[in-house]
C-alpha cells in the first residue's frame, strides 16, 4: 500500500466544537539572571562563617579561660609509690608480707641474715668496753703520778728543813771555831814566851780542833741536804711532766673512743638495716625477692604505697586563667562513675609538665609549632576515708570550680 492510498483512507477530521477551550497561547521563559548573582547567597554565608571561625580563634583562649568550671579528663589518682630497698649485703631469711597486702607502720616486710651483723655489733662493743678500761687506766696512773708528785714535794719540804738547821748549826760552831782560833794562837803566842804551859796550848789546839770539826761535819750536812733537795726537785719536775703525757694521752684514749662508739653505732645500725619495716600504713606491691636470695645493697625488695592520694589534673595553659589554690573540684573516677568526690586545688605547679621532663623541650633551634602547654593541679579529696581506698593511676575527670 502506498502512502497516497492511507492517506485517502485516513477519515476526515470534525471541526472542533464552539464548547471547546481555544488553544493557550505559549508561555515565554523569563529572562536569565546574570552568572555571578548565582554564588553572592554562598559567598555570604561562607564569609559570615569565617568571619565567626576568626572571630572564636581570636578570642578563644578568653572564652575558655573566663568559663567558670573548668574540665578536663587528663587527670588521675596520684601516691607516693615508693621502692623499699635492701641497704646491706645478705641473704633473705623470710620475706612476711604477701603480694598487695595492706600493712601497718614498722610491721617487718621482710629480713636478711643477720648473725654476721650481730658479731660486728658484739666486737664493736668489746672495743668500746676496751677504749674505756685504757681511759680509766689512764687516770688511774695519773692519780699515781700525783702521789709521786706529792711525795717529790714533802722531800724537797724535808731537804729545805735540813738545809736550814744545816745553816744554823753552821753558824752556831762557827762562832766557835773562831773563838777556839784565837785561843789557839794566844797560847801559842804565850808559849813562846813561857808565859803559858805546854798543856793550855794542848788544850787550845784539842777544842779548835774538835769545833773544826764539828763544822765541817755541819758543812757537809748542809751540802747533803743541798743535794737531796735538787734530787727531790728533779723527781717532781720529772713526775710533773709524765703526768702531762698522761693527760695527752687521754685525750687520745678518749678520741679512740669515740671512734670505736662510732664504729660500734655503724654496726647497730647496719644490724637494723637486716629489717626491712613499713614507713606507713599503707598497701605493699608484689615482691621482688624470695628466701634464700642474696641481695645486694639497693636490691629492690618491694613497692609500698601509702594510704594518703590525691588527684593530678593536667590542665591545659588556657584553662588557668582564674584557677587558684583553695578552688573547690569535682572529681568523678572511672572505677566509680556514679559517684561525685569533692576537693579543693591544693597545689599548682611551678612550671609545665614539659619543663620536668628528664629531656625538656628546645623551642630556640629548627621549625617551631606551637603547642598548648599542661599545666599539673594537685586536688586534695575531702573524703579521706574514700581517698585512702583508691589506687593510683585511676582515671578521673576533673571539674574546677573558678568562681563561687
Known amino acids: ?40 547567597v554562598p559567598a555570604l554565608v561562607v564569609l559570615l562563617a569565617a568571619a565567626i571561625v576568626a572571630t572564636i580563634s581570636w578570642n578563644w583562649n578568653a572564652w575558655e579561660g573566663g568559663k567558670i568550671n573548668q574540665v ?6 596520684r601516691g607516693d609509690i615508693t621502692p623499699l630497698s635492701t641497704k646491706v649485703a645478705g641473704i633473705v631469711r623470710d620475706v612476711k608480707v604477701a603480694d598487695y597486702q595492706a600493712v601497718h607502720k614498722a610491721d617487718l616486710i621482710a629480713e636478711l641474715e643477720d648473725d654476721d651483723y650481730k658479731a660486728q655489733v658484739a666486737q664493736g662493743s668489746a672495743a668500746v668496753e676496751a677504749a674505756k678500761a685504757a681511759i680509766e687506766n689512764n687516770r688511774r696512773q695519773r692519780d699515781l703520778q700525783d702521789a709521786k708528785i706529792e711525795r717529790a714535794l714533802a722531800g724537797i719540804d724535808q731537804a729545805n728543813a735540813q738545809i736550814a738547821a744545816a745553816q744554823a748549826g753552821i753558824e752556831a760552831v762557827q762562832a766557835d771555831v773562831v773563838r777556839t782560833r784565837a785561843e789557839r794562837t794566844r797560847q801559842e803566842a804565850l808559849l813562846q814566851t813561857h808565859s803559858a804551859t805546854q798543856q793550855k796550848v794542848e788544850q787550845a789546839v784539842a777544842d779548835e780542833q774538835r769545833f773544826g770539826a764539828q763544822l765541817a761535819s755541819r758543812e757537809a750536812d748542809l751540802e747533803q741536804a743541798k743535794t737531796v733537795l735538787r734530787s727531790n726537785e728533779d723527781a717532781a719536775e720529772a713526775e710533773r711532766r709524765t703526768k702531762k703525757v698522761l693527760e695527752s694521752q687521754e685525750r687520745q684514749l678518749i678520741a679512740d673512743l669515740h671512734v670505736k662508739e662510732a664504729a660500734l653505732t655503724l654496726a647497730q645500725v647496719n644490724l637494723g638495716y637486716t629489717r626491712i619495716e613499713a614507713p606507713g ?44 589554690v583553695g578552688d573547690p573540684a569535682e572529681i568523678r573516677i572511672d572505677e566509680y562513675p556514679s559517684r561525685a568526690v569533692h576537693g579543693r586545688v591544693l597545689e599548682i605547679a ?55
Open 1 to 40: 500500500m502506498t502512502t497516497s492510498s492511507m492517506t485517502a483512507a485516513a477519515p476526515a477530521r470534525t471541526p472542533t466544537p464552539a464548547s471547546a477551550p481555544a488553544p493557550q497561547p505559549e508561555q515565554t521563559p523569563p529572562p536569565a539572571k546574570p552568572r555571578w548573582q548565582r554564588f553572592v
Open 281 to 324: 600504713d599503707g598497701t605493699v606491691g608484689e615482691r621482688q625477692v624470695r628466701p634464700g636470695q642474696l641481695v645486694s645493697p639497693g636490691t629492690q625488695v618491694i613497692s609500698f604505697v601509702p594510704l594518703t592520694k590525691w588527684v593530678q589534673a593536667n590542665y591545659r595553659e588556657t584553662q588557668l586563667t582564674n584557677v587558684k
Open 72 to 77: 578536663t579528663d587528663d587527670a588521675y589518682v
Open 350 to 404: 611551678p612550671a609545665s609538665g614539659s619543663q620536668f621532663a628528664l629531656l625538656p623541650p628546645d623551642n630556640a633551634t629548627g621549625n617551631f609549632t606551637k603547642v598548648v602547654q599542661r599545666i599539673p593541679v594537685k586536688i586534695a579529696l575531702e573524703d579521706s576515708s574514700f581517698a585512702n581506698s583508691l589506687r593510683p593511676g585511676l582515671s578521673v575527670i576533673a571539674t574546677v570550680r573558678t568562681k563561687r
